[in-house]
């Protein structure tokens, strides 16, 4: 589900590049942003972290299965 979810949502619009992207870079370059830049990055975002908190759990988990058996 959070790939799927990363894929679609934290990348759209795809063309001339994704989203998340410009906003990232932005971002870095630290060039003012209006709030609006703000949340649309926090909205983009949200799948990637819930991607990576996940595969986190999963990791985990998998490791302490590995240990018990």
Known sequence: MGAIGSLTL???P?????HIYKQLVRLFEQRPAEPLDTVDLLLHGAPWVFLVVSLAAWAIDAARRARSS
Request: zero cysteines.
């Open 10 to 12: 934290g990348l759209a």
């Open 14 to 18: 795809f063309f001339p590049h994704a």
